[in-house]
């Protein structure tokens, strides 16, 4: 009879590749959701999850989210070192790691150019106007972090402070990232920051936005946290509609 550390090892190798195939179930999912949304456009954009404490699944270097196969993921440790998978990594891999370094709750981190949002990122024109409660609730304060290339270890610095208390942000003369504790959550809070640079050019047009009072603002906060884990069903995986 095997010993007994045996079966724990097959346990937890088991375990560790069945957390594999979740994650990439849930980046191919997200990265189908964002396509039909035309927020990667030209290939641009990536999407990771975390498979556990030291590993990760991300989309391969020019990978077509909107058709995304499990060929055009590669799986990393949180070095960014590749274990597995076809072609290279996304080329914006440290801002991931750094996401998930210094939050541990996170399971997923999108970056992509959804069209309203980076023109606010291109003009450097912060989205700090709109009260509305989801935005308040759903998506929380937008970060609008200074400009670094592209990929580069200095972009991933100048995400480490406002990445412990934010999950949306802008990237000066870039595009936006969001982070979730589930897929959904990263997910539909790209939606959000995109909704929020939508309506935010609109009440420009209109006037000066609805600002809450004190204990308004207080109050969403309050639901803000409380409501830290929405989004847990999962996204679909369907090509063509939700
Ligand atoms: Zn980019």
Known sequence: ??????????????ELAAACEAAKSEVIAAGRYLGRRQYHVALAGNVSARVSEDLLVCTRHGADKERLVQHDLVLCDMSGRK???????????NMHREAYRLRPEVRMVIHAHPPAATAFAATSTPLDQLQLP?????????CLVPYATPGSEELARNL???????DAFLLENHGALTLGR???QAALRMDLLEQNA????MTKQLGRPFALDPA????LLSFRSLMANWGSE??????TSE
């Not at 989801?134 to 937008?142: C, W």
């Not at 939508?198 to 050019?201: E, F, K, P, Q, Y």
């Open 1 to 14: 009879m095997a010993p007994r550390e045996y079966h724990g090892l097959v346990k937890l190798k088991a």
């Open 83 to 93: 274990l597995d998978g076809a072609g290279e990594a996304t080329s914006e891999l």
């Open 134 to 142: 989801e935005m308040i609730v759903l998506l929380g304060p937008v």
């Open 160 to 166: 480490s402070i406002p990445l412990r208390d934010h």
């Open 182 to 184: 589930t897929a959904r």
């Open 198 to 201: 939508r309506v935010t050019l």
């Open 216 to 219: 308004g603002l207080d109050t």
């Open 234 to 239: 999962p996204l679909s995986t369907k090509q």
